[in-house]
């Protein structure tokens, strides 16, 4: 009996997916970076879900990029097609931890996230972008260290304050209800509720990242303060709480 007990769980282990953590790594290569957009070079931080660089001294700008290896194969075949399945109902949720400067650059000195995306995608084609950016004291944008969410298909921009956190991180919580096509915020553990409208019209996801660093001097006191993005999607890593029956992007409850 003990025998045939043991057996059973040894089967349901094999074969179930519940401890299967809910990832999404940015571990697209150098030469996919570069396929993509030859001005792009990969984060040199890169760590599954996390990618940064500590900021040096530049005369002009440096771009970083990241995608995952399977939506990269897709961008550069010439598809544009998401490599996860968007859930088709009910609401779904992510976050980013974000590691900024709290301070405000001056003179030419800047640091930019343009943009981190959220991609939804149909019959191999973008529908749909749900983007956060941030920017410290870029050209476009000057005396301003904020972060931005922007709802592509509504033109929907929300203006963030970087402030000091007990954590260091600035963080993002996004859930997206796919019954009433809305986007909620929560930043800093503070729920903005819903803030905006997003399109239906896609079935597929792909996260991908922007950031940059320009003219930082070699006298610069900003020199090597750390820049790091990190994608949190498993259920049992997402800090925030969110609405009833909310799942991550593999949909699993949180």
């Known amino acids: 009996m003990k025998k045939l007990v043991l057996e059973s769980l040894i ?7 519940v401890f299967a953590e ?9 030469t996919q970076i570069s396929q993509i957009d030859s001005s792009l070079t990969g984060f040199p ?3 599954n879900q996390k990618v940064g660089f500590n900021i040096v001294s530049n005369d002009g700008l440096k771009i970083y990029g990241a995608y995952s290896s399977a939506y990269a194969a897709n961008r550069i075949s010439g598809v544009n097609n998401g490599d996860i399945t968007a859930q088709s109902s009910g609401i779904f949720a992510y976050e980013y931890k974000l590691k900024v400067p709290t301070n405000l650059f001056s003179g030419q000195e800047a640091v930019l996230f343009f943009p981190l995306v959220m991609s939804g995608t149909l019959n191999n084609s973008q529908t749909e972008v749900l983007a956060v950016g ?22 929907t ?23 009433t096509n809305q986007v909620g915020l929560i930043h800093n553990g ?3 509720g819903y803030i905006g409208p997003i399109s239906s019209n896609f079935n597929k996801l792909a996260f991908w990242n922007y950031a940059g660093q320009n003219a930082i001097p070699v006298n610069s006191t900003n020199l090597g303060k750390e820049i790091s993005i990190e994608l949190i999607t498993d259920h049992t890593k997402l800090q925030n709480t969110y609405p009833t029956g909310a799942k991550d992007i593999c949909g699993n409850v949180i």
């Open 11 to 17: 089967t349901i282990a094999a074969t179930s997916n």
């Open 22 to 30: 809910c990832t999404y790594n940015f571990d697209a290569t150098e």
């Open 45 to 47: 931080i890169k760590n």
């Open 134 to 155: 941030y920017t410290n004291n870029v050209p476009s944008n000057p005396d301003k260290n904020e972060l931005i969410l922007s709802i592509d298909s509504t033109a």
């Open 157 to 179: 921009n929300l203006r963030l304050p970087v402030v000091t956190t007990p954590s260091g991180y600035q963080t993002l919580g996004i859930y997206i209800n796919r019954d």
């Open 190 to 192: 503070v729920n903005k």
